[in-house]
């Protein structure tokens, strides 16, 4: 009798992600997100552009927009649209009212104007990013590199630990040219306080909290997928 090997992270990530864009159809203005479950779903897309499907692909990074026409998908600039469909990407946190931490991956901002923009936006999870508040995970910070000095100073004086985002010798940049501060709130017991105070901090470009964007979420678990969908847009 064989030994039973469950799904790895990857796995439900990937079932999560062949589900949700299940929802994508012809013609759709799609923004994509960036990072690994991003990947899947652009792997999806491009299995369902094979198969005939024509859409319209807005990448949130320079890294996916290279993956989703390598995957055959028609990849346009958002500098000239004002909206989208829908947006599918993933997320470092969610909890049961679909609020989100986002951010790990570094395109942040992008990611943030993409999802805002988006008449329906998605997120792909696997189980473990599922908690019951957030904050467990470093929310990042986007800041102007000219602020970040002044951003870190006014987020530290919250008695909150702030790391520069580093690559090799020197700070991460993202496709914006900007800086990313990781910070390490804790527990946020009032995400929409806090989200109204970093998003009054000059030189603050944009910050991973998620609160009103995200509609429905696909979650990859050892049973299955289960899917999220959000009552009510506001909070």
Do not use: W
Not at 14 to 29: D, F, L, N
Not at 70 to 98: H, K, M, P, R, T
Request: proline share 4%; charged share 20%.
């Amino acid at each position: 009798m064989g030994s039973f090997t469950p799904p790895s992270s990857d796995d439900l990530k990937r079932a999560a992600a062949y589900a949700a864009v299940a929802e994508i159809a012809e013609g759709m203005r799609v923004g994509i997100g960036s990072g690994s479950t991003a990947d899947f779903a652009i792997e999806a897309l491009g299995k369902r552009a094979a198969e005939g499907l024509r859409i319209i692909a807005v990448a949130s990074s320079e890294a996916s927009a290279i993956a989703a026409r390598s995957a055959g998908l028609e990849v346009i600039d958002f500098e000239g649209l004002n909206s989208l469909d829908l947006c599918i990407d993933g997320a470092d946190e969610i909890d049961s009212g679909l609020l989100a931490i986002k951010g790990a991956g570094g395109a942040l901002l992008r990611e943030k104007v993409i999802a805002t923009a988006a008449a329906r936006m998605i997120v792909v999870v696997d189980q473990s990013k599922r908690v019951g508040q957030l904050g467990g995970h470093r929310l990042p910070i986007e800041v102007l590199p000219f602020a970040s000095g002044f951003v870190t100073r006014t987020i530290e004086e919250m008695t909150v630990p702030v790391t520069l985002r580093m690559v090799g010798t020197g700070p991460y940049r993202t496709d914006q040219q900007n800086f990313i501060l990781d910070c390490q709130f804790g527990p946020i017991a009032e995400p929409v306080r806090l989200a109204s105070l970093l998003s009054a901090i000059p030189g603050v470009m944009g910050h991973g909290l998620f609160l009103t964007e995200i509609d429905a979420a696909y979650v990859g678990t050892a049973d299955g997928v289960d899917r999220i969908e959000r009552k009510d847009r506001g909070i």
